[in-house]
């Protein structure tokens, strides 16, 4: 099962309650219930990982469970894929359960609604009900069979059931309330005839259940106690304890409670659209590592862990917002750069004749795998007269601050010798077809001391011992930030989402790769031998992500970006194994204070996801200038800070001023979060005085906000969050203050 989510959010504060107060029986139960018409996707991904995080967490049990309701939309594959999607993201579920094991029980709590006086057959067409539903801004309208007698219903429901009437000929409706403000519980749809053939239970029901109906019931059927849905759920709720409570009693009693689905950039994620894409074939199918699916990220080469540690930082929220994709290729390279040993590979080969190595020899250099991994030593790569470099790392007339091959200009082979470019080959119509250069045989190999300046650090392979490989360079699918938002969807597709690079080459070792390895490729990006189409000695490699995001940079920003690679320059000095062009996320691995910080640092604190981002994204740039060894914040002690905001004792937004006082005062993070009063206030009476403190200073603006100025509740949540001095849970404080708002 899924690692249990670190912190808190509005749902372990729910859960929690519940538990205090006794509730379910000290049970905490919950579910992950697709629809099997169609693969999971990355929306899925959060959904999954809360449930089954929440039930870890709790030591409680979650369900799989299959909402097969609609037998016109679900198959036996999309089932099958689902189970293979959860279990790769989350581990196994406590229980596999399906919306058909339970019709028979559910017609029976149908039969009871009707002969209760609670639900009735209609007779009439779907438009004519629709209609007589009314809108937000007009009530309902009672039809002609609402007061039809119970025993005449049932008799219909019962003659629904055995098949005598065609599709659309009637339905069973809740008699609830016409004229409802709330337009879903005008006499909702219980039940409708479908004459088509379930993938469980065949031909033996020809009514189905909708799901406002079915959802309750399996929940309480199942024993579930927190039953937790995306934000478009929430005006279902009410109608969801109304079925609850005209069938009970139930122990334990489940409760619905929403929270914000996942919105990411450049992404659709809703199933049509995704459909749409498969079945116009604009992808290669539902696994198509460009698709935002899990079957597709998959076989791109992204990791679970990467997901997981992707909605740790997004969070849980209860307001819909669209999250930066960057976000999530943040903690894909993260992950990978920690995992992936660099290996030698040239997409785009320019050919190098070395004039000062002897034709005839070809030397086999010892180059270590880079980081290195526990038993696995280096590899032999091949070495001689003619070798192959990247085209795009030569210029004839280079830019300012290029720091790669032109000529007269002298740069690094990576694991090997410095390397000076003496003269360029022209082809047939003047185009650069080759270079000849000479070679540095004092240059040590490797190169750990090496201080003499050059260009910069190549990567190579050579021209006749290297092997061909496909290798396919996968990007972002949409062009567009928000592709929902354009007319049609599908003109934001990015044409450059795939390009393959045909003449690559790569190193003898990557030649060997087998399905389901992975790599970086050194200045290239991280790679992933496809699971698929690889074949022992013929590996296919898919391009999981590049090096650095070459989307942020704002030159790229008004179109798409080359489909080739896209790095920028080598460093000077070489690791261990090559040089390497280094990112934001891989300045840990690369630079060795920031390595000994991190490594002290999780002595004290051992969750290397959460040291790393605040490392990153906060304490360096607090630290501005200065060596992290200069600070008065110990490495220790910052692992300690980490731990209270994994713990929950600190807001993000609190742990940002504490780190800040920390790197300039120094001290114990504990002891400095008390004095400074910021740790986290999780007493709902205390935060519910900090609100109503907030509304007594802002008394005119409260008013205004009444009055209709909407737009002031920034201004009111701002002044409610200082008065519980940045320390209260700010969905809390939301929640508390729209309650005492009305």
């Given amino acids: 099962m899924a690692d249990a989510p670190r912190g808190s959010n509005f749902l372990t504060d729910i859960i929690d309650a519940d538990l205090a107060a006794g509730r379910n029986g000290g049970r905490v139960v919950t579910r992950f219930p697709p629809e099997p018409n169609g693969h999971l996707h990355l929306g899925h991904a959060k959904s999954i990982l809360l449930n089954f995080g929440l039930a870890a967490r709790y030591r409680g049990r979650v369900h799989l469970r299959f909402d097969d309701t609609n037998p016109e939309t679900e198959e036996t594959e999309y089932v099958e894929g689902i189970q293979a999607d959860v279990r790769w993201l989350a581990g196994e579920w406590s229980a596999l359960h399906y919306a058909s094991d339970w019709f028979e029980r559910m017609y029976g709590c149908a039969e009871r609604l009707i002969r209760e006086g609670k639900a009735y057959v209609d007779s009439q067409p779907q438009e004519a009900i629709r209609e007589q539903r009314g809108d937000f801004g007009r009530p309902g309208v009672a039809g002609p069979f609402r007061d039809r007698p119970a025993a005449e219903s049932l008799d219909l429901f019962r003659r629904m059931r055995a098949g005598e009437f065609p599709d659309g000929a009637c339905v069973l409706r809740a008699r609830i309330d016409m004229a409802h403000p709330n337009v879903l519980l005008r006499d909702p749809l219980l039940y409708r005839i479908r004459h088509a053939h379930h993938h469980r239970t065949g031909d033996a029901w020809c009514i189905y259940p909708m799901y406002d109906y079915a ?14 849905c995306t934000l478009e759920f929430e005006s279902n709720r009410e109608l969801y304890d109304w079925v609850l409570d005209a069938l009970g009693p139930w122990e334990p009693r489940p409760r619905q409670h929403e929270f914000a689905r996942l919105a990411v950039g450049y992404t659709v994620l809703s199933k049509r659209k995704l459909l749409q894409l498969v079945n116009e074939r604009r992808v290669a199918g539902w696994d198509d590592p460009r698709m935002p699916t899990l079957a597709g990220m998959r076989r791109r080469g992204i990791t679970p862990e990467a997901l997981r540690d992707f909605a740790e930082r997004i969070g849980v929220a209860k307001n819909n917002s669209v999250v930066d994709i960057g976000k999530l290729e943040f903690s894909i390279r993260a992950d990978l750069e920690g ?116 260009s910069g650090t190549l990567h190579w392979v050579h021209a006749g011992r290297s092997r061909p490989a496909e290798v396919r360079l996968y990007d972002r699918l949409f062009a567009a930030e928000q592709p929902d938002a354009a007319e049609d969807f599908l003109s934001a597709l990015n044409p450059a989402s795939l390009a393959v690079a045909r003449g690559a080459r790569v190193e003898p070792a990557l030649a060997e790769a087998r399905a389901g390895d992975r790599f970086q490729f050194l200045r290239q990006g991280w790679f992933f031998a496809d699971p698929v189409d690889s074949r022992p000695g013929a590996p296919v490699f898919n391009r999981t992500i590049t090096l650095k995001d070459a989307w942020a940079r704002p030159a790229v920003r008004a179109e798409p970006p080359r489909p080739a690679k896209a790095r920028a320059p080598a460093p000077a000095a070489a690791p261990p194994g090559g040089g390497r062009t280094r990112s934001d996320d891989e300045r840990i691995a690369a630079d060795p204070v920031l390595a000994a910080f991190h490594r002290q640092a999780m002595a004290a604190h051992g969750h290397a996801a959460s040291v790393a981002r605040w490392l990153l994204n906060d304490l360096l740039g607090l630290a501005r200038e200065r060596s992290l060894d200069t600070l008065p914040l110990s490495a220790a002690g910052f692992g300690r800070f980490v731990a209270l905001v994994d713990a929950g004792r600190l807001t993000p937004a609190a742990g940002k001023t504490l780190l800040a006082d920390l790197v300039t005062r120094g001290g114990e993070p504990e002891e400095r979060m008390r004095e400074l009063g910021l740790e986290r206030v999780g007493d709902r009476s205390a935060v519910a005085a900090a609100v109503d403190r907030a509304l007594a200073a802002q008394a005119p603006e409260v008013a205004r906000y009444r009055a209709g100025e909407k737009k002031l509740l920034g201004v009111l949540l701002g002044a409610a969050m200082r008065q519980a001095q940045g320390a209260a849970d700010a969905a809390l404080v939301r929640e508390l203050l729209l309650e005492r708002l009305g």
Wanted: with cysteine; glycine share 10%.
């Fill in 339 to 454: 995992r992936c040993p660099r290996g030698l590979a040239v997409l785009d080969p320019l050919p190098v004749t070395v004039t000062t190595w002897p034709a005839d020899r070809v030397e086999e250099i010892e180059i270590p795998w880079w980081p290195a991994e526990p038993g696995r030593g280096g590899r032999k790569v091949p070495f001689g007269r003619e070798l192959l470099v990247e085209r795009e790392d030569f210029a004839l007339e280079p830019p300012e601050g290029w720091r790669r091959l032109a000529p007269g200009r002298e740069v690094r082979l990576a694991g090997a010798w410095r390397l000076r470019c003496d003269e360029v080959v022209r082809g047939p119509s003047g185009e650069v077809a080759g270079l000849r250069c000479s070679h540095d045989p004092s240059s040590p190999r490797p190169d750990p001391g090496d201080r003499q300046r050059v």
């Fill in 215 to 228: 959802h309750p019931l399996e929940d309480a059927f199942e024993g579930v106690t927190h039953s937790i």
